[in-house]
Protein backbone atom coordinates (compact mmCIF):
# COMPACT_ATOMS: atom_id res chain seq x y z
CA UNK A 1 0.00 0.00 0.00
CA UNK A 2 1.45 3.21 -0.89
CA UNK A 3 -0.85 6.01 -0.01
CA UNK A 4 -0.44 9.38 -2.44
CA UNK A 5 0.61 12.39 -0.48
CA UNK A 6 -1.48 15.34 -0.25
CA UNK A 7 1.49 18.28 -1.46
CA UNK A 8 0.16 20.91 1.17
CA UNK A 9 -0.64 18.58 3.90
CA UNK A 10 -0.96 20.12 7.53
CA UNK A 11 1.44 16.41 8.91
CA UNK A 12 4.30 17.61 6.05
CA UNK A 13 4.40 21.29 7.45
CA UNK A 14 4.46 20.23 10.62
CA UNK A 15 7.09 17.65 10.29
CA UNK A 16 9.29 20.41 8.26
CA UNK A 17 8.63 22.84 11.63
CA UNK A 18 10.41 20.02 13.70
CA UNK A 19 12.67 19.35 11.20
CA UNK A 20 13.86 22.92 11.14
CA UNK A 21 13.95 23.06 14.81
CA UNK A 22 16.17 20.01 14.78
CA UNK A 23 20.11 20.58 15.13
CA UNK A 24 20.95 17.02 16.48
CA UNK A 25 18.39 15.02 14.59
CA UNK A 26 18.76 11.49 14.27
CA UNK A 27 17.05 9.47 11.31
CA UNK A 28 15.95 5.81 11.64
CA UNK A 29 15.46 4.01 8.25
CA UNK A 30 14.34 0.94 6.85
CA UNK A 31 13.43 -1.35 3.99
CA UNK A 32 10.80 1.43 2.64
CA UNK A 33 13.46 4.11 2.12
CA UNK A 34 15.10 2.28 -0.57
CA UNK A 35 11.68 0.57 -2.09
CA UNK A 36 11.77 3.73 -5.12
CA UNK A 37 14.95 2.53 -5.84
CA UNK A 38 13.90 -0.75 -6.91
CA UNK A 39 14.57 -2.78 -3.83
CA UNK A 40 12.14 -4.88 -2.16
CA UNK A 41 11.06 -4.47 1.16
CA UNK A 42 10.69 -7.78 3.47
CA UNK A 43 7.40 -7.41 5.28
CA UNK A 44 3.76 -5.90 3.69
CA UNK A 45 2.75 -5.97 0.15
CA UNK A 46 5.73 -7.81 -2.34
CA UNK A 47 7.28 -8.03 0.33
CA UNK A 48 10.62 -11.13 0.65
CA UNK A 49 9.16 -12.47 3.50
CA UNK A 50 5.60 -13.75 1.56
CA UNK A 51 7.69 -15.38 -0.74
CA UNK A 52 10.45 -16.45 1.28
CA UNK A 53 10.82 -18.17 4.82
CA UNK A 54 13.31 -15.85 6.29
CA UNK A 55 14.73 -18.62 8.84
CA UNK A 56 15.02 -21.19 6.02
CA UNK A 57 16.64 -17.84 3.57
CA UNK A 58 18.69 -15.55 6.06
CA UNK A 59 19.31 -17.56 9.67
CA UNK A 60 22.61 -18.60 10.41
CA UNK A 61 21.74 -21.92 11.26
CA UNK A 62 20.00 -22.65 8.12
CA UNK A 63 23.07 -20.79 6.52
CA UNK A 64 25.88 -22.88 8.33
CA UNK A 65 23.51 -25.89 7.26
CA UNK A 66 22.67 -25.13 3.39
CA UNK A 67 24.36 -21.79 2.26
CA UNK A 68 22.92 -22.70 -1.39
CA UNK A 69 19.80 -22.21 0.24
CA UNK A 70 20.94 -18.49 1.03
CA UNK A 71 23.37 -18.17 -2.37
CA UNK A 72 20.11 -19.49 -4.36
CA UNK A 73 18.02 -16.56 -3.46
CA UNK A 74 20.15 -13.92 -3.28
CA UNK A 75 21.39 -14.81 -6.61
CA UNK A 76 18.61 -13.60 -8.61
CA UNK A 77 18.07 -10.96 -6.01
CA UNK A 78 21.71 -9.54 -6.70
CA UNK A 79 20.14 -8.35 -10.39
CA UNK A 80 18.05 -5.89 -8.46
CA UNK A 81 20.69 -4.59 -6.17
CA UNK A 82 22.97 -4.36 -8.73
CA UNK A 83 20.27 -1.67 -10.58
CA UNK A 84 19.65 0.48 -7.54
CA UNK A 85 20.35 3.84 -7.14
CA UNK A 86 19.46 6.70 -4.25
CA UNK A 87 16.56 7.93 -4.31
CA UNK A 88 15.19 11.93 -3.52
CA UNK A 89 14.13 10.13 -0.01
CA UNK A 90 17.98 8.95 0.36
CA UNK A 91 19.16 12.56 -0.70
CA UNK A 92 16.88 14.45 1.15
CA UNK A 93 18.30 12.78 4.26
CA UNK A 94 22.03 13.27 3.10
CA UNK A 95 20.83 17.54 2.13
CA UNK A 96 19.44 17.45 6.36
CA UNK A 97 22.48 16.69 7.49
CA UNK A 98 24.42 18.63 5.42
CA UNK A 99 22.07 21.39 6.67
CA UNK A 100 22.66 20.95 10.50
CA UNK A 101 19.48 19.18 11.38
CA UNK A 102 20.23 15.63 11.54
CA UNK A 103 23.91 14.56 12.68
CA UNK A 104 23.41 10.93 10.56
CA UNK A 105 21.63 8.26 9.33
CA UNK A 106 20.89 4.76 11.51
CA UNK A 107 19.71 2.15 8.87
CA UNK A 108 19.24 -1.42 8.94
CA UNK A 109 19.13 -1.63 5.39
CA UNK A 110 22.38 -3.29 4.39
CA UNK A 111 21.81 -1.74 0.38
CA UNK A 112 24.87 0.79 1.12
CA UNK A 113 22.35 3.36 -0.74
CA UNK A 114 22.61 6.14 1.77
CA UNK A 115 26.74 6.41 1.69
CA UNK A 116 25.91 6.53 -2.29
CA UNK A 117 23.65 9.71 -1.19
CA UNK A 118 26.01 11.39 0.33
CA UNK A 119 25.59 11.20 4.46
CA UNK A 120 28.75 11.10 6.18
CA UNK A 121 27.74 9.30 9.66
CA UNK A 122 25.90 6.36 8.78
CA UNK A 123 25.19 3.47 11.39
CA UNK A 124 24.98 0.27 9.72
CA UNK A 125 22.85 -1.66 12.10
CA UNK A 126 22.76 -5.16 10.62
CA UNK A 127 26.18 -4.98 7.80
CA UNK A 128 26.76 -3.91 4.88
CA UNK A 129 25.99 -6.48 1.59
CA UNK A 130 28.32 -5.56 -0.68
CA UNK A 131 31.37 -7.55 0.83
CA UNK A 132 31.49 -10.97 1.50
CA UNK A 133 33.18 -12.90 4.03
CA UNK A 134 34.14 -16.98 4.59
CA UNK A 135 33.16 -17.76 8.03
CA UNK A 136 36.02 -20.70 8.00
CA UNK A 137 39.39 -18.34 7.11
CA UNK A 138 37.91 -14.94 7.40
CA UNK A 139 38.81 -13.49 3.85
CA UNK A 140 36.45 -11.00 2.20
CA UNK A 141 36.14 -9.82 -1.45
CA UNK A 142 33.38 -7.73 -3.18
CA UNK A 143 29.97 -9.36 -3.56
CA UNK A 144 29.90 -8.02 -7.00
CA UNK A 145 32.79 -10.86 -7.52
CA UNK A 146 30.82 -13.36 -6.40
CA UNK A 147 27.99 -13.30 -8.74
CA UNK A 148 29.78 -14.30 -12.00
CA UNK A 149 30.71 -17.44 -9.80
CA UNK A 150 26.72 -18.54 -8.49
CA UNK A 151 25.95 -19.53 -12.15
CA UNK A 152 27.95 -22.30 -12.03
CA UNK A 153 29.39 -22.63 -8.05
CA UNK A 154 26.45 -22.85 -5.33
CA UNK A 155 27.10 -22.53 -2.91
CA UNK A 156 30.21 -20.46 -4.27
CA UNK A 157 33.79 -21.42 -2.93
CA UNK A 158 35.98 -18.98 -0.76
CA UNK A 159 38.44 -18.35 -3.31
CA UNK A 160 41.80 -18.36 -0.51
CA UNK A 161 40.96 -21.57 1.72
CA UNK A 162 38.19 -23.58 -0.51
CA UNK A 163 35.45 -23.13 2.83
CA UNK A 164 31.99 -23.75 1.37
CA UNK A 165 30.74 -20.97 4.18
CA UNK A 166 31.44 -17.13 2.23
CA UNK A 167 28.60 -15.20 3.51
CA UNK A 168 27.77 -11.38 2.93
CA UNK A 169 28.52 -9.04 5.69
CA UNK A 170 25.49 -8.81 6.52
CA UNK A 171 23.19 -9.99 9.96
CA UNK A 172 20.91 -12.58 9.81
CA UNK A 173 18.33 -14.19 12.40
CA UNK A 174 20.21 -15.59 15.12
CA UNK A 175 23.33 -13.71 15.06
CA UNK A 176 24.27 -10.49 17.08
CA UNK A 177 24.29 -7.28 15.65
CA UNK A 178 27.33 -5.29 15.40
CA UNK A 179 28.19 -4.29 18.95
CA UNK A 180 30.21 -0.61 17.98
CA UNK A 181 27.46 0.03 15.30
CA UNK A 182 24.88 -0.86 18.30
CA UNK A 183 26.46 1.20 21.48
CA UNK A 184 26.81 4.73 18.63
CA UNK A 185 22.79 4.01 17.67
CA UNK A 186 21.54 4.00 21.06
CA UNK A 187 24.47 6.83 22.05
CA UNK A 188 22.63 8.62 19.16
CA UNK A 189 19.08 7.98 20.00
CA UNK A 190 19.59 9.30 23.82
CA UNK A 191 21.43 12.61 23.19
CA UNK A 192 19.26 13.55 19.61
CA UNK A 193 16.44 16.17 19.39
CA UNK A 194 14.02 14.62 16.83
CA UNK A 195 14.09 10.93 16.18
CA UNK A 196 12.78 10.89 12.12
CA UNK A 197 12.00 7.41 11.40
CA UNK A 198 11.42 6.63 7.90
CA UNK A 199 10.52 3.13 5.78
CA UNK A 200 10.37 0.76 8.65
CA UNK A 201 7.93 -1.73 10.17
CA UNK A 202 9.62 -1.67 13.32
CA UNK A 203 8.99 -5.14 13.96
CA UNK A 204 12.86 -6.31 14.17
CA UNK A 205 14.78 -5.69 17.39
CA UNK A 206 16.51 -4.75 18.73
CA UNK A 207 17.10 -2.66 15.88
CA UNK A 208 13.54 -1.00 16.65
CA UNK A 209 14.80 -0.56 20.41
CA UNK A 210 16.56 2.68 18.82
CA UNK A 211 13.59 4.74 18.01
CA UNK A 212 11.78 3.80 20.89
CA UNK A 213 14.67 5.38 23.51
CA UNK A 214 14.40 8.42 21.25
CA UNK A 215 10.28 8.23 21.99
CA UNK A 216 10.67 7.63 26.05
CA UNK A 217 12.91 11.03 26.28
CA UNK A 218 10.02 12.91 24.66
CA UNK A 219 11.77 14.35 22.01
CA UNK A 220 9.65 14.75 18.76
CA UNK A 221 9.05 11.72 17.31
CA UNK A 222 8.05 12.18 13.05
CA UNK A 223 7.39 8.90 10.98
CA UNK A 224 7.50 8.95 7.38
CA UNK A 225 5.88 5.58 6.20
CA UNK A 226 3.07 4.29 3.88
CA UNK A 227 1.64 1.57 6.69
CA UNK A 228 1.17 2.23 10.40
CA UNK A 229 3.78 1.38 12.38
CA UNK A 230 3.54 0.24 16.03
CA UNK A 231 4.89 3.58 17.34
CA UNK A 232 2.53 5.89 15.65
CA UNK A 233 0.63 6.16 18.92
CA UNK A 234 3.75 7.85 20.14
CA UNK A 235 4.65 10.18 17.49
CA UNK A 236 4.25 14.19 17.32
CA UNK A 237 3.81 13.64 13.71
CA UNK A 238 2.92 10.97 11.24
CA UNK A 239 3.41 11.58 7.66
CA UNK A 240 1.91 8.79 5.51
CA UNK A 241 3.63 8.40 2.21
CA UNK A 242 6.28 7.53 0.32
CA UNK A 243 9.93 8.32 0.96
CA UNK A 244 11.03 9.46 -2.14
CA UNK A 245 8.20 12.26 -1.93
CA UNK A 246 7.64 13.03 1.56
CA UNK A 247 11.38 13.50 2.48
CA UNK A 248 12.46 16.29 -0.14
CA UNK A 249 9.27 18.11 0.68
CA UNK A 250 10.38 18.15 4.14
CA UNK A 251 13.51 19.29 3.75
CA UNK A 252 12.18 21.79 1.25
CA UNK A 253 9.97 23.20 3.43
CA UNK A 254 12.72 22.92 6.47
CA UNK A 255 14.78 24.88 4.52
CA UNK A 256 12.44 27.65 3.81
CA UNK A 257 11.26 27.49 7.67
P1 LIG B 1 10.05 -3.97 6.43
O1 LIG B 1 9.91 -4.59 5.08
O2 LIG B 1 9.68 -4.79 7.61
O3 LIG B 1 9.20 -2.62 6.50
C1 LIG B 1 9.25 -1.67 5.49
C2 LIG B 1 8.22 -0.61 5.79
O4 LIG B 1 8.33 0.41 4.81
C3 LIG B 1 6.77 -1.12 5.73
O5 LIG B 1 6.04 -0.62 6.83
C4 LIG B 1 6.25 -0.55 4.41
O6 LIG B 1 4.86 -0.29 4.45
C5 LIG B 1 7.04 0.73 4.31
N1 LIG B 1 7.24 1.22 2.94
C6 LIG B 1 7.31 0.54 1.78
N2 LIG B 1 7.57 1.34 0.75
C7 LIG B 1 7.66 2.60 1.26
C8 LIG B 1 7.93 3.87 0.70
N3 LIG B 1 8.18 4.04 -0.60
N4 LIG B 1 7.96 4.94 1.53
C9 LIG B 1 7.71 4.81 2.86
N5 LIG B 1 7.45 3.62 3.45
C10 LIG B 1 7.44 2.52 2.66
O7 LIG B 1 11.56 -3.44 6.52
P2 LIG B 1 12.42 -3.12 7.83
O8 LIG B 1 11.60 -2.47 8.87
O9 LIG B 1 13.63 -2.43 7.35
O10 LIG B 1 16.66 -7.75 8.79
O11 LIG B 1 12.80 -4.57 8.29
C11 LIG B 1 13.68 -4.73 9.37
C12 LIG B 1 14.56 -5.92 9.14
O12 LIG B 1 13.77 -7.07 8.82
C13 LIG B 1 15.51 -5.83 7.96
O13 LIG B 1 16.67 -5.08 8.24
C14 LIG B 1 15.84 -7.27 7.71
C15 LIG B 1 14.45 -7.85 7.81
O14 LIG B 1 14.38 -9.20 8.14
C16 LIG B 1 17.81 -8.38 8.54
O15 LIG B 1 18.20 -8.55 7.41
C17 LIG B 1 18.53 -8.81 9.75
Given at each position: ?????????????????????????????????????????????????????????????????????????????????????????????????????????????????????????????????????CLDC?????????????????????????G??????????????????????????????????????????????????????????????????????????????????????????????
Amino acid sequence: MSADIPVSSAELTRAAELVAAARRGVAFTGAGVSAESGIRTFRGEGGLWRQYDPYKVASIEGFRSDPAVYWGVAREGWRMYRKAEPNPGHRALAALEEAGHLVGVITQNTDGLHRDAGTRKLIELHGNGRTVRCLDCGATEPRADIQARLERELPPRCRVCGGMHVKPDVVFFGEALPSAAMMEAFRMARECDLMLVVGSSLQVYPAADVPEVAADRNVPLVIVNDEPTPLDVAATVVVRGRAGEALPEIARRAAGA
